[in-house]
Nanobody, 121 residues
Framework: QVQLVESGGGLVQAGGSLRLSCAAS????????MNWFRQAPGKQRELVAG???????NYADSVKGRFTISRDSAKKTAYLQMNSLKPEDTAVYYC???????????????WGQGTQVTVSS
């Protein structure tokens, strides 16, 4: 059984910073992609940032220059450093890992439970 546990959300004023973490546990052979998504009330879930096992990163245009994704593969953990936060960044943030549990198993997507980020103006 694989579990993803997020932490680091909370309430912050506009211009402030938060750092999210997502740690995976369970039987895991290899994690290829680690991603962060977010979903604001009444909106669809959107990709915020992603990082591959080769450390290639990609970001939504709305967060470029403000957010930084990183990973510690040995710890099976992804991070999202969020700076210069804006009220429009308010959402539930979800981590998503694409991984294989054994050498010859298929890759599957796993999701965290979500953590609330609220940015006040």
């Amino acid at each position: 059984q694989v579990q993803l546990v997020e932490s680091g959300g909370g309430l912050v004023q506009a211009g402030g910073s938060l750092r999210l973490s997502c740690a995976a546990s369970g039987s895991i052979f290899f994690i290829s992609a680690m991603n962060w998504f977010r979903q604001a009330p009444g909106k669809q879930r959107e990709l915020v940032a992603g990082i591959s096992d080769a450390m290639t990163t990609n970001y939504a245009d709305s967060v470029k220059g403000r957010f930084t994704i990183s990973r510690d593969s040995a710890k099976k953990t992804a991070y999202l450093q969020m700076n210069s936060l804006k009220p429009e960044d308010t959402a539930v943030y979800y981590c998503n890992f694409r991984l294989r549990q054994t050498f010859n198993s298929r890759e599957r997507d796993y999701w965290g439970q979500g953590t609330q980020v609220t940015v006040s103006s």
